[in-house]
């Protein structure tokens, strides 16, 4: 969007009457025709506009679109989502993600958030399918962390508690992270993260941190299978909710987090996904490509990896694997 | 090389004596000038063949090229370097097992040997320049590993470990492994490795292990500074060694040593990696990003880390970094 697109778009938004085209080209020193395709430019990007041409231009109802410059306006960042590329409908943002780190330096893309409004082939853990109809929230953060390599996947728990957090501070709903890397809303799956690493023992080169959020997702368009196990937050709340102020929202919390890692506080971070943990002191059965047992949650380790007490007694360290609560 | 020129080859391996274009020509059913023509390939790939009308055509000297042909022959592996690719001349073979990686599945890609004659663009750790001219060994092998993630930087040791190995079998020579990845001959180097990962929590997408050996390579064309500090094999045993023969060694001994890792048997990894460093029990300078301190290096734990005893009496658990013994 060009900016004196955006400084129609600020016009409009400050009045509660219709502004006239004349109006608009005197404050901004453009034509009225340049007026016109501003506001045309502003239509196409989802802004409803009523025109007359008596009284003039009036915003009528704002982007249902996660547009950047939405979600910059409640950022309070530092670094991430200060640049940001919104693309409509991609295959998935992290592949969007590793095109970028292998065509520019990840230290310049450090915080660079990829917004995608449908993902046409978006993946899940394990190259699982992951869909990502529009009005969920599908974004790849792209990093390149000054965390130590054993640590790499804390990132992936700061991700979840921004989420867990957001959704609780925002729409007071009572988000709880299940091992290792979903959000649940009571016993359904809200959202869920997916973090890449592309490393050598020394240097981390970059790192992609995916969320998917079912927002303003309808619960009806997925299988009767899924329809089960998913809720959005449309679905909890019974309306929808705006979108962009909800990523911020996430970002903001995201960036907090992600420097407590940065700055050496794991037991912080481990505290905290604790305490919004629905998985431990659960009954769990886990398994793994090598492996597949059941036992009881008991604590999560200092890297992140599930402490479960099997039913024999001793106690089993899951790095990774597929967790089913009962 | 086409099939055709390695039974030339062969027959030509079989005899002390000249052979003859007919004699040739009638065992493999070809004719005088397709004999002419696969004579002519083998010198293109480095073979000194002699011809004469009278006599025949003699092998004179072998390639002195690191020709995967000359590598299979001495293999005992079952999946390590069944694929090889030979370039004569390319930036670097961790580039080139990217770009493989990013084609095709690493799955398929399991177990290939990438061998550049030389290196114009050789990496070492962090980026840093690594000096590759022709007579040393540069490969990069391309593995889709069944190995935990936090347990996947152990590939490293694993192929530290046959480097040093293959040195001290193929030429009794005192090889020891400098923590974290680089085999020295007494107070110098002669091998570095270098392992890249791309991945997320659950998969390991694959793992690119490089080696570099200083085989054949002439130590006077360094810079004075990195001469005190580099050796190489033929520096060592003052003649030039069969680079095939040891390289197959090498893969022979990786090849072993990497089944243990992947059936979990890292203690035993650890225990021979231990009995073959030089850096355990030495003073240690120890810089990484964040930190810079010196001690006794006392330990490897489970996962490669080096334990570090500091001057004040508490221990560092170090995963990367550079390491300076005094």
């Given amino acids: 969007m060009s900016d004196s697109a955006f400084k129609v778009l600020e016009i409009l938004e400050r009045s509660d009457a ?11 020193g453009v034509t009225r025709s340049a007026v016109w395709k501003h506001i045309n430019e502003l239509r196409t990007m989802g802004y409803e506009i009523s025109s007359s041409q008596k009284e003039g231009y009036r ?28 693309l409509k409908d991609i295959p998935s943002t992290i592949g969007a993600g ?11 893309l450090h915080g660079t958030v990829i917004i995608a409004e449908q993902q046409t082939g978006g993946v899940g853990r394990m190259g699982r399918a992951w869909v990502s109809p529009s009005g969920g929230i599908w974004i790849t953060i792209i990093l390149k962390p000054h965390v130590p390599i054993d640590r790499i996947f804390m990132i992936t728990m700061a991700g979840s508690i921004a989420v867990a957090r957001a959704i609780r501070k925002e729409f007071d709903l009572g988000a709880l992270i299940k091992w290792p890397n979903d959000v649940f809303i009571g016993t359904k799956k809200v959202a ?14 970059y790192s992609l ?26 679905a909890e709340l019974c309306h929808d909710i705006d979108r962009a102020a909800f990523l911020a929202r996430i970002l903001n919390e995201f960036e907090k987090h992600y420097l407590l890692l940065e700055s050496g506080e794991y037991e912080m971070i481990r505290q905290e996904w604790k305490s ?26 200092a890297f992140g990896a599930l402490i479960v007490r099997k039913d024999d007694g001793t106690q089993e360290r899951v790095v990774a694997g597929d967790c089913f609560q009962q």
């Avoid at 960042?77 to 940001?84: A, H, R």
């Avoid at 590793?98 to 310049?108: I, T």
């Avoid at 919004?276 to 380790?301: K, M, N, Y």
């Fill in 209 to 234: 941190l995916s969320l998917g959020v079912d927002a303003n997702v309808s619960i009806n368009q997925f299988s009767p299978e899924l329809k089960d196990k998913i809720t959005s937050i449309s």
């Fill in 59 to 86: 915003l009528t109802r704002t982007s249902d679109r996660l547009l950047p410059y939405e979600v910059h306006r409640k950022l309070r960042t530092t670094f991430v989502g200060k640049k940001m590329r919104y």
């Fill in 192 to 205: 869920g993260l997916l973090q890449e690493l592309s490393a050598e023992a020394d240097t981390v080169y």
């Fill in 18 to 28: 219709p502004v006239s085209g004349e109006t608009i080209s005197d404050e901004l």
């Fill in 98 to 108: 590793r095109q970028l780190c292998s065509e520019s330096e990840a230290e310049k």
């Fill in 276 to 301: 919004l943990s629905c998985t431990l002191e659960q009954r769990v059965d886990i398994r793994t490509p090598r492996d597949h047992f059941s036992g009881d949650a008991i604590d999560i380790d």
